[in-house]
């Protein structure tokens, strides 16, 4: 495909749309989002009446939760960018939309994710980040390959005992295994954390996302799902006690980490043990539990021809190189493509918001439009990277559709990291810190799966704020390499 059309000679248009009446439309568009029309119609319907990817509406939770639901959206792939140029949108507290949770939750701090790179405390919290990433360079992928084993040795279990295997439960036990030893050195149950801690942080992310989530229950009790999650936040008492005990592990056991934090950022020991265990486990794990699932479910998508492509390419390589190593990883294109490919159709973090900082003219793919200092943006990005102006067959899962200089081309419009692929974080942009260890990670996942198995079978399915996978069968390789 051909890049989209990006003269800034567009006719500058009035935004079509309307916010309506104050808290009515609201509510009705929040019914229209979880009830009547679900996520992805409720934009579709709305480009389709308004002939623009480009409109006003309002986001949802509304009132009580939001004082201003009201939103610009950015929905194809030369509008949606504006929200990643910090000199045009401010990130001021934006990470969940037009609310934010109370900082009870993270120990009375507003963490890194809620604060604007113009924020004195940002380039502190983010250095300290991404050098505690950078020092664990050399454990990521020994230790990893580590936790998928004893992953893969419980699906065996499960499929030999039970015909089948939740995959979910048994992706959130590694990983939030991994993201403590990681950082930690230790196992969660040598720091007096229970097998099933990450309970604890599923109830914590919950509390905190119940604004945005609908469960699912029976039409006839949508007003009052309604009303228990999208008008009133829930108070942290509840699950203060987990956080708590979170907290206190990372706190005792963190030593070194939160050291550096101390000596070389000027953090203070505690407000740096709080955004440790906001990037661990809202960040990371709070990722991870939506985005394995999501990368398992394509992959299986891709049946026996994929899977079949990828073993011979990730065995081959693995038998060159002598073992899984970075090198190893950078030389195995295809599997590289599918984790982006899986990243572009079914991002993670699907929103993105931001705050225009002055009058800023955005530009679709036709059209240009003038956004006003201080309105909220809001981009979609399942639809962004889904703009059929710029990848063929958008709808469709094709794993080679990075392969090669021209595939390597359209890894400017993957956004999953609220960043372009092409580029990287810093202290001074709000791409994900962990943009490079969730790609590395993503890969090894693959990696380990295809040197044990020659095929699986899945049955997927939806849960709250992501996907449901469950293993059906598992082909074990012939050989080993």
């Not at 801690?197 to 229950?217: E, N």
């Not at 081959?316 to 950078?330: D, Y």
């Not at 195995?332 to 931001?354: C, H, N, W």
């Amino acid at each position: 495909m051909s890049s989209p059309n990006s003269d800034s000679s567009r006719p500058l248009k009035p935004i079509p749309g309307s916010h309506g009446l104050p808290f009515f439309s609201a509510l009705k568009d929040r019914l229209d989002y979880f009830y009547n029309q679900g996520r992805d119609e409720f934009f579709l319907s709305r480009i389709k009446q308004h002939g623009s990817t480009v409109f006003r509406t309002n986001m949802p939770p509304g009132p009580f939760i939001a004082s201003d639901p009201r939103v610009v959206t950015v929905l194809d792939a030369v509008s949606f960018p504006i929200l990643l140029d910090n000199s045009k949108v401010e990130k001021r507290n934006v990470l969940d939309g037009t609310f934010m949770p109370s900082t009870s939750f993270t120990g009375g701090h507003r963490v890194c994710a809620y604060l604007d790179p113009s924020e004195p405390k940002h380039a502190a919290l983010k250095g300290f980040f991404l050098s505690v990433l950078a020092s664990k360079h050399n454990t990521f992928i020994p230790l990893f390959r580590a936790c998928l084993s004893e992953l893969f040795a419980t699906i065996e279990d499960n499929l030999n005992d039970k015909k089948t295997a939740n995959f979910n439960s048994l992706s959130d036990d590694m990983s939030f295994n991994f993201i403590f030893r990681l950082f930690c050195d230790q196992k969660p149950g040598e720091c007096g954390l229970g097998p099933k801690v990450h309970t604890h942080i599923d109830k914590w992310l919950f509390f905190q996302l119940h604004p945005l989530i609908s469960l699912g229950l029976s039409k006839f009790l949508n007003l009052f799902e309604d009303c228990l999650l999208h008008m009133l936040p829930l108070p942290s008492f509840f699950v203060k006690s987990g956080y708590d005990k979170l907290y206190d592990a990372f706190y005792s056991s963190a030593g070194s980490v939160l050291d550096e934090a101390e000596r070389r950022f000027g953090i203070r020991r505690e407000e740096a043990c709080h955004n440790l265990v906001f990037l661990a486990g809202f960040n990371a794990y709070g990722g991870m539990k939506a985005w394995f699932p999501a990368l398992i479910k394509w992959v299986g998508s891709g049946g026996e021809s994929l899977h079949r492509q990828l073993a011979d390419e990730i065995r081959t390589v693995v038998e060159e190189e002598g073992g899984v190593s970075f090198a190893a990883l950078e030389k195995m294109s295809l599997t590289k493509s599918v984790v982006y490919e899986a990243l572009r159709i079914d991002p993670p973090v699907p929103f993105q918001y931001g705050k225009a900082k002055e009058d800023i003219v955005v530009h679709s793919n036709d059209v240009a439009f003038q956004i006003k200092k201080g309105e909220m943006i809001f981009g979609y990005q399942p639809l962004a990277t889904k703009d059929p102006r710029v990848f063929e067959n958008p709808e469709e899962f094709v794993g080679h559709r990075f392969v090669g200089e021209e595939g390597e081309k359209l890894l400017k419009y993957v956004y999953w990291s609220n960043g372009r692929e092409t580029e990287d974080p810093t202290v001074d942009n709000k791409q994900c810190p962990g943009r490079d260890l969730v790609v590395l990670l993503s890969r090894v996942l693959l990696v380990e799966l295809f040197l044990r198995y020659e095929t699986f079978t899945i049955e997927a399915g939806k849960l709250l704020l992501g996907t449901s996978v469950n293993f059906k069968s598992l082909t074990k390789a012939k050989t080993s390499v």
